[in-house]
């Protein structure tokens, strides 16, 4: 079982940079692929970006390729989701999931566990 915490939402404006943080609990959370899932206002939950156990690969939707970065610290359990040059429309709830796996998953559906998400709203 694991239990996956998100933190570091909040309200700025377009060009800003933020840094949402994953908390998790449990022994394996090493042996886990995390991803970042996002649900804009109204619309279905999307793929934001992945990274495998070690953090020796990445992969990024194309709506924010070259403007957010994940990262790993398996010492400190946590995933990291570095986002610069934010614009309104990344707004949405950003989600933190896992998934024992050896592939990426893009698909929402096929996560495992789910933090409850923290809020990012980008003002124009």
């Known amino acids: 079982q694991v239990q996956l915490v998100e933190s570091g939402g909040g309200l700025v404006q377009a060009g800003d940079s933020l840094r949402l943080s994953c908390a998790a609990s449990?022994?394996?959370?090493?042996?886990?692929?995390m991803a970042w899932f996002r649900q804009p206002p109204g619309k279905e939950r999307e793929f934001v970006a992945a990274?495998?156990?070690?953090?020796?690969?990445?992969t990024y939707a194309d709506s924010v390729k070259g403007r957010f970065t994940i990262s790993r610290d398996n010492a400190k359990n946590t995933v990291y989701l570095q986002m610069s040059s934010l614009k309104p429309e990344d707004t949405a709830v950003y989600y933190c999931?896992?998934?024992?796996?050896?592939?990426?998953?893009?698909?929402?559906?096929?996560?495992?566990?789910w933090g409850r998400g923290t809020q990012v709203t980008v003002s124009s």
């Open positions: 999931a896992a998934r024992w796996s050896d592939e990426f998953f893009t698909t929402a559906a096929l996560a495992t566990y």
């Open positions: 449990g022994r394996t959370f090493a042996t886990y692929i």
């Open positions: 990274i495998t156990q070690r953090g020796s690969r990445t």
